[in-house]
């Protein structure tokens, strides 16, 4: 891919663009600036080939500021293309991006190039434990290799704001992880490197900094039972230093207040979220442990688990008709959602 500049009048500099596919089409506007006039402005698009483009660009403007305005006319962030000048024939990479055009182009020719070794193309979701539309689709972002998760979380924050997505995103409460159809996988610490060979991932909002600081740490969703209302909590997570059954039972006990002798906890099938059970299932459908079973019960080896827990003093409670019939029609339309969701991904 690449574009030519030639200088137009004293200020203005015309930029021919030819887009590679699958990018979007230009934006057919202007970008207005009080007292100071144009920045770029989009010239002509080619009728017969909607990937050749012209706009015309202020040359006092930065090199950082220009490639924030090819932004929406190439389709990616500017972390993800070069600006060349040519001179005799050569490219030469322009790399001071606080200072003006004017003063940094000696030839009338520039070429932006997308570099396509060591990067991709990765399909984000923003995933939300406790929404009934918990995986929804965000934005493509495109990420080199050897990117620190940090500093991808920092260009989705930025990518998501330009492009308005409706999520409040923050440095230090979100998570990068894994995404297997629908189901969350493995966490990303920020010291580790982005795997620019997984072409989907998670981003999940956190109530709080996050808890998990090292791989060797397990990060599991929790939920808790409540018999004597019927009903469950929303969704919370520990994070175990270890897959003992008992470290787990104690975790929960911290985030409860409930003593360890009367938790009791269960797994449902492979205990991966998001979990497909009714509340009118949960006391009698799955098996309980407590803190004295056999500790290979919950089998807790990896990311992103669920598990269920209650205080055993409680007792069930005794339904009605109508408020069986209720919950019954309130669980198989959460029930419905999830899968719609499931078979979406």
């Avoid at 969703?221 to 003992?244: A, F, G, H, K, T």
């Amino acid at each position: 891919m690449y574009g030519c500049i030639n200088h137009h009048f004293n200020l203005l500099i015309l930029l021919d663009i030819t887009l590679s596919p699958p990018q979007p089409e230009a934006t057919l506007n202007t970008t207005n600036v009080p007292k100071g006039g144009m920045m770029m402005k989009v010239i002509s698009i080619n009728e017969e080939d909607k990937r050749k483009i012209q706009v015309q660009v202020d040359k006092r403007i930065t090199l950082a500021r220009l490639k924030m305005e090819l932004v929406p006319l190439i389709g990616i962030p500017p972390a993800g293309f070069r600006v060349y000048e040519i001179r005799n024939d050569e490219e030469y990479e322009m790399e001071r991006l606080n200072e003006r055009l004017m003063d940094i182009i000696s030839e009338p020719k520039l070429i932006v190039r997308l570099p396509q070794l060591d990067r991709a193309r990765i399909k984000l979701y923003l995933l939300q434990v406790n929404n009934t539309d918990l995986s929804k689709y965000m934005m493509e972002s495109i990420v080199a290799k050897d990117t620190l998760v940090r500093e991808f979380k920092k260009q989705i924050i930025e990518e998501a704001k330009a492009r308005r997505i409706d999520c409040v995103l923050e440095l230090d409460k979100m998570r990068l992880r894994d995404k297997l159809l629908v189901y969350p996988g493995s966490v990303y610490l920020d010291y580790q490197v982005i795997d620019t060979s997984m072409e989907t991932y998670y981003v999940e909002p956190l109530k709080g900094p996050e808890k998990k600081k090292h791989k060797g740490q397990i990060q599991v969703y929790v939920i808790r039972w409540r018999p004597s209302q019927c009903s469950v909590d929303p969704i919370e997570e520990i994070i175990l230093d270890n897959n003992d059954p008992k470290h787990a039972i104690e975790k929960l006990s911290e985030l409860s207040g409930v003593p360890t002798e009367y938790i009791y906890c269960a797994k449902y099938g492979l205990s991966l979220f998001p979990v497909e059970m009714s509340c009118l299932d949960i006391e009698n459908k799955l098996i309980w442990y407590s803190i004295t079973s056999d500790r290979s019960s919950l089998a807790l080896y990896d990311d992103g688990r669920v598990i269920y827990y209650k205080d055993n003093r409680e007792r069930m409670k005794e339904l009605t008709d109508k408020e069986r019939s209720e919950i019954q029609e309130a669980e198989e339309a959460r029930l419905k959602k999830i899968r719609e969701c499931r078979y979406q991904h």
